[in-house]
């Protein structure tokens, strides 16, 4: 009877732990943030891998981030972000999914690193039964940096001057364009008065020549006519 009851136990807890082992059925790999550090009152995006490292097929039924802020009065809030993707997912045997969940930083959130941690909820498939069953729900810690708002401000004004000298470089060159056009302007005045005064002492030069030829052959038809008898 002993036996029998040894057995029984035995089998039980292999099934039990058999089971366990069935509803280990997903990991987080990585968590991975868009840019290495936010300000106050930004949006981002975290994305999640999730791996089926078991030997059934597995659904995604939820992914989702939770962020404890801590505002500039010292007050602790913790708010959860959930995934956009279309859920749930199914991931075959040995293969990544990948999804994206939104967050938004408040605008008095106070600067330093945040805990945000990811979760994913997942079901596997139990084909004895024919149906789904909750699985586990693997997570993921990562570390999210709220940047000073000092220096957002410095970096704003380190943009506006930027933009400042910009636009002063652009009225500069401007200003050096609308000198190089009058100068260009004023040679092409200098070349046409210079061609203008040619003109007019070569006309001249042409009207005295051909004044004294008309002059000298008036004479000397006027000296012929005086000497014929």
Known sequence: MNKKLAFVSLFSFLALMSVLQLARAATIPSAVLDRESYYAGETGYITVSVYNDETDLIRVTEVSASVNYYYEDGTVYVQKFFSNEVLPDEIEVGQTASYVVPISLPTNVAHGYLDPTVEARTEWWWAAAERWTTSE??????????ESPYKQSYESSQEE???????LQTTQDELTS?????????LLTGNLNSMVIMFAATT????????FLGFYMFSKRARAIQQQP
């Open 161 to 167: 001057l930027a933009g400042t000298q910009d636009q």
């Open 137 to 146: 729900r693997p997570t993921y810690s990562l570390k999210l940096y709220v």
């Open 204 to 211: 001249l030069v042409f009207a005295t020549v051909a004044a």
């Open 178 to 186: 609308t000198e190089n056009q009058l100068t260009e302007q004023q």
